[in-house]
């Protein structure tokens, strides 16, 4: 039960992540992964962050347009990110291509760990959607 806590679900999980889904997502070596990972990680994560302070102190105006940086950052990155995953399972000398040893079969039916990045680009395009249709969130726009 211990292992729901923050700190290691974590580590479960993004080790069960590399083992049934993306043998390469741990790696050191790749410089792009490393690239796209960590800015990742700082331009979503830090604008998220500024987000949910401006949330906390009422400033609605500057809540949604740093929501909307952040969602527009973690939807580029899921997208880029699935489009190199299905070229990986392509290459031959790919870690991750779909052989008898890691079946990714057809749309992933065989590797469903990696349908979680299907949320990570359904999530952001429904807040970006709502950010962007709601009245009252283009109202604070335009102020």
């Not at 792009?32 to 302070?53: D, N, Q, R, W």
């Amino acid at each position: 039960m211990s292992y729901i806590l923050p700190w290691k679900l974590s580590k479960i999980f993004y080790a069960e992540y590399a083992v049934y889904a993306d043998r390469e997502y741990c790696s050191f070596t790749d410089d792009l992964s490393k690239t796209v990972e960590s800015s990742h990680a700082i331009i979503c994560g830090l604008f998220s962050l500024v987000a949910i302070i401006k949330a906390i102190k009422k400033q609605t105006r500057m809540n949604l347009i740093l929501s909307s940086i952040a969602m527009g950052s973690q939807l580029m990155n899921s997208i880029l990110y699935l489009v190199e995953y299905e070229i990986q399972t392509k290459d031959k000398n790919s870690i991750n291509y779909n052989n008898p040893q890691f079946p990714t079969g057809y749309l992933l039916s065989k590797c469903p760990f990696m349908w979680v990045n299907i949320l990570w680009i359904v999530l952001p395009s429904f807040s970006m959607c709502i950010l962007l249709c709601s009245k009252n969130n283009i109202n604070y726009l335009k102020k």
